[in-house]
């Protein structure tokens, strides 16, 4: 059965499907794409097919899957996002992680709407190569948070399953079963929670916020980035939301001391605000809660947060920057300072 590959699908996504027309797991299915006589020595398969580089393997999967255009290198980031390090794929990780180290195993994230759409434009569903990036938190297109788990079941460590129905393939929890196209509710919160966001327009406002400043991260991640401003963004971005990550010798990260309906997450464990560099082992729901509360400081915009122990209303308002300081230990306001002077100013 041909399988062909959408426009800013990732390699995974169309491995996946290929896959599963065949009626067979993405491994075994390589496995006979690459079959091999000597069976004490198989072909190694990547970790990570997104991250894939050109080369022998590359090109096998031409030979087997796109033949005549040739077109599969388009799905990977070295291809399609040239300087992006595969370091900004997002991974299966961040519970038993030591030092800064992270499973190769691929980890995905979905916007529900986007699969719904895919099927009732008659096609297969499939997963966008973008929503692998680590600082990809929301669908840009829909301008609603991304989904990294079954909201059905809830079990965090389940696997994406490629089904196809005898027409077409769609998304499923791989534990439970249920399709993702039709979890269209919001992780890590409450069904009348979900609605009350809906209806509320600094919801909106605050979520933009965090968007804008998930696309001028994204933009500027690229390596051969030719202006000196972009790297600095970059720089400064994630070295503000180190800060806000990593706990204080008391073990209480920043981020969890502010509260928001717009941005729930579930507080960074220990051993994640004990790294380095907590902003690549974060869940996508802090990373999300973090650039939101970062657009908020440096851009003022309304973004519903509250301060733990200080303002307890639900609808929280913009935090101010002698708030947040007010909560820092010496030591972090320190870093915050140096890392203030170097903020590049053009973006506000
Ligand atoms: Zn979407
Ligand atoms: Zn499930």
């Given at each position: ?35 091999t ?49 595969t ?36 096609h ?15 669908c ?28 077409n ?9 249920s ?72 073990s ?38 973090t ?25 929280g ?32």
């Amino acid at each position: 059965m041909k399988v062909t590959p959408y426009d800013m699908e990732s390699l995974m996504s169309f491995v996946g499907r290929a896959a599963a027309m065949n009626s067979m797991d993405v491994r075994s299915y390589l496995r006979t794409l690459f079959e091999t006589d000597d069976y004490m020595n198989p072909v190694p398969l990547p970790e990570d097919l997104d991250s894939l580089e050109k080369g022998d393997f590359l090109a096998g999967l031409n030979d087997a899957l796109d033949p005549e255009k040739r077109r599969l290198e388009l799905l990977t980031l070295p291809s399609t996002k040239p300087g992006v390090h595969t370091k900004w794929l997002r991974r299966a990780g961040g519970i038993k992680m030591d030092g800064d180290r992270f499973r190769g195993t691929p980890s995905f994230a979905w916007c529900p709407r986007c699969l719904l759409v895919d099927q009732l434009n008659g096609h297969d569903q499939f997963l966008r190569l973008s929503w692998r990036l680590i600082t990809r938190t929301f669908c840009w297109k829909h301008r609603r948070p991304l989904t990294t788990h079954c909201l059905a079941c809830n079990d965090r460590q389940a696997e994406t399953a490629f089904v196809f129905n005898g027409d077409n393939v769609v998304l499923t929890c791989g534990a439970c079963g249920s399709p993702y196209g039709t979890q269209l509710g919001l992780p890590d919160m409450s069904s009348a929670t979900t609605i009350q966001l809906r209806d509320n327009k600094n919801v909106q406002f605050a979520w933009n916020g965090a968007i804008q400043l998930e696309m001028a991260l994204e933009k500027s991640l690229s390596e051969h980035s030719k202006t000196v401003n972009n790297r600095e963004l970059r720089n400064f971005i994630l070295a503000f939301a180190n800060i806000l990550m990593k706990a204080n010798p008391h073990s209480r990260a920043p981020i969890d001391l502010f509260s928001s309906v717009a941005f729930p997450a579930r507080p960074n464990s220990r051993n994640i605000t004990s790294l380095d560099r907590p902003y690549r082992a974060s869940s996508i729901a802090v990373r999300r809660k973090t650039h939101g509360l970062m657009a908020a400081i440096l851009k003022r915009r309304m973004n519903l947060f509250s301060i733990k122990g200080v303002h307890e209303k639900r609808w929280g308002r913009d935090p101010t920057l002698p708030e947040l300081r007010a909560e820092l230990e010496p030591e972090q306001n320190a870093e915050l300072d140096r890392l203030l002077l170097m903020f590049p100013a053009s973006w506000v």
